[in-house]
């Protein structure tokens, strides 16, 4: 009570004292940053008439000798007066980067304070998103370094103030359209409107504008010529929707614009060597180091490129292709080969022709995502094999309505029913799931995935490097069809790992980078994991490599077959006939081939016969560099294993009984009336293979009930309709299993 009676009786002074305080304290951190500001070094204005001096980063193969592209080698500028702008490109920039422009004195607050608390809940006090004026960017890019750190904001910030009282709005930005970088080599609104649209920047329309606005904030990711164009086409519409709501532009021109689709010239690039590759190693720096880094500190780049077979591999396309175009309507293709036991990326061939216009060479078809076809069907084999199945097991490759909800004989595949049929319409009954998949049967390789388990496989071929296959309730059974969509990076990459053994090497592309000074800023080791287990993986290999069990659908010939080196191949086309590839790896190199057009035009012919050449003429050469190693041996226990899964889908023991039998009869009776009373009994014993496995568990006990599972009476039908039709009366003397009547 006293202390209470205290407080009421002096709570002025008390607020008096507490305001003094924080006044003392506020005055003390004042002066404290004020004498630090006046320590720093902050360069004179006069040196905004010097430019900073970039050092380029140059990129270079495997070797650190061959140079495939030097940054700056061919840097284009042109200054210009504010006068020959284009009004739309001053609004747009405006509008984008700094709608304050005109109201603010070198520095907006507002956007500061935004800035800090966003980079301060994303735990980046220094990075992240910028308040910066346009001010503060042409300070940035004219004489301060780029290092990130706050004494250098500080400067900015102060030099941003400086400059605002030396030169009037207009020519502030003036100056900074006539430096900021736009990608590459182009710097400066006249070289970037002459590079994507051949005018002059006085000539550019309002959605042209909006484009150029949107490039500068990440000039290599927002590239019109790389592979993000749809975010380039969101970053635009943003800066329409921030001129109509700065008053900039009217609805009309708002709507206009949006409605207009604008045509880029093709892109002007020279003194680059293997230039798939290289855009996408600097794609992948810029997300590292960011654009300015890139573009100033003078980097050497060495990269895990083979420029010797790089070559080889960029002749070989551009010569199939041409054949492919007459033959095939193919009018492009890719190439990628990577090293198993490393993860280095050696090539990366992304079009027939990189600067071709016909066919939209800079776009990348090694990083686009296609339909895969059958090409899928190793990882889907290989996770059954993972469960307990082995090539040996016995499936039947019968008619089959695969969907529940439709009758067992529907041979429709309208939703919901889904009765897919084989490449040659042709069904061989019995079949081991090596035959299966070197043939690429669809119908055992459907009940494979079904039993593989469709989410199980989904997250075994992600773990092998697949990034792309993600939602497995939209595939569903078609997956193993090739129902997802896939990259030829990707796929190359996650056969490398049968081909390193189930050993799966993380993607690298840079060997090491060095400063200006020599200095190693980055060398990425040699990361890697199990993934798959050795023996799952000698089994895929052991199939892909079988010239036998591939020669019903290859012949004993082809140009998958190597007499002197353990090769595995895989082909895979998609049903339209959009998409035709061939996969394949020795144990220490994998290449993947991709053949088709990038409009998504169909194709003529097999795909064998399109894809397959180029494959083979490149690996050729690529083998006779690498030593002779050889794929491991599977290692296949039977013992104990049920007659299916082992390869039987006759039981053997209920066969060996009535050959005794009969034989005991004929000896001592002289007939053979047990024979037609016994072979009905053993045929009828056959079943798919739901009726002896439960597909979780194959190794388990056979499955109390087996028409629980909601596959069994459609598998059943097939099989008992197979029966039928090769048995025939031998079956009349005991009923089938199940009937049409007992469904």
Known sequence: ???????RKNWKEIIIDILVFSLAIIILVSATILVWISTLDIPDLSAFEE????????????????????????????????????????????????????????????????????????????????????TQQVIKNSILDRDKNLSRKVKEAILSIKLEQVLEKDEILAVYLN??????????????????????????????????????????????????????????????????????????EYEEAKATVVEFQPQAVTGIRAPHFVMYVIEQLVKTYGEE?????????????????????????????????????????????????????????????????????????????????????????????????????????????????????????????????????????????????????????????????IKNTVKFANDMGISTLTDPDRYGLTLVLGGGEV?????????????NNGIKAEPRYILKIEDNRGTIITEPEVKTNRVVEENVAAMVSDILSDNVARTPLWGANSLINFSNRDVAAKSGSTNNFRDAWIMGYAPNIAVGAWCGNNNNDTMRGLSGLITTPLWREFIDIALAKLPDENFPEPIINTQGIKPIIRGEYIDATLLLEIVQNQTQIINTEGGDSQNKLDLPTLYNNIHSILYFVSKDDPLGGYPANPSMDPQYINWEYGVEEWKKNTFGPLLEQSKPIVTEEDL
């Open 487 to 499: 990259r030829l990076l990707d796929m190359t990459y996650a056969y490398g790992v049968f081909a």
């Open 179 to 252: 430096e900021v970088p736009y990608g590459g080599t182009i710097y400066g609104i006249e070289e970037a409107s002459q590079a994507f649209f051949g005018k002059k920047a006085a000539d550019l329309t309002l959605p042209e504008a909006a484009y150029l606005a949107a490039i500068p904030q990440a000039p290599t990711y927002l590239s019109p010529y790389g592979s993000h164009r749809d975010d380039l086409n969101h970053r635009k519409q943003l800066v329409l929707d921030r001129m109509r709501l700065n008053g900039f532009i009217t609805i009309d």
């Open 1 to 7: 009570m006293k202390i209470r009676s205290w407080f």
């Open 293 to 453: 880094v890139l573009t100033e500190q003078g980097f050497k780049v060495i990269t895990t490129l083979d420029w010797e077979l790089q070559k080889e591999a960029e002749r070989i396309v551009a010569e199939k292709v041409v054949i492919n175009t007459e033959k095939f309507n193919a009018s492009n293709a890719g190439l990628v080969a990577t090293d198993p036991k490393t993860g280095d990326l050696l090539v990366m061939v992304g079009s027939r022709d990189y600067f071709s216009d016909e066919v939209e060479g800079n776009f990348n078809i090694a990083l686009a995502e296609r339909q895969p076809g059958s090409a899928i069907k190793p990882f889907v084999y290989a996770n059954a094999f993972r469960k307990g199945y082995l090539p040996s097991t016995i499936l039947f490759d019968v008619p089959t309505q695969f969907s529940p909800q439709c009758e067992p004989w529907s041979r429709s595949s309208e939703s919901p029913c889904y009765a897919p049929n084989n490449h040659n319409n042709k069904f061989l009954g019995p079949i081991s799931m090596r035959n299966a998949l070197a043939q690429s049967l669809n119908i055992p390789a459907v009940k494979t995935l079904y039993l593989a388990g």
């Open 51 to 134: 430019r900073r001096i970039l050092q380029s980063t140059k990129i270079y193969d495997r070797t650190g000798e061959v140079l495939l592209y030097d940054l700056h080698q061919d840097v284009r500028r042109t200054i210009i007066p504010f006068e020959e702008m284009s009004r739309h490109i001053k609004n747009a920039t405006v509008a984008i980067e700094d709608d304050q422009f005109y109201n603010h004195f070198g520095i907006d607050l507002k956007a500061i304070v935004r800035a800090a608390l966003a980079n301060f809940q994303d735990g980046d006090l220094l990075g992240g998103q910028g308040g910066s004026t346009i």
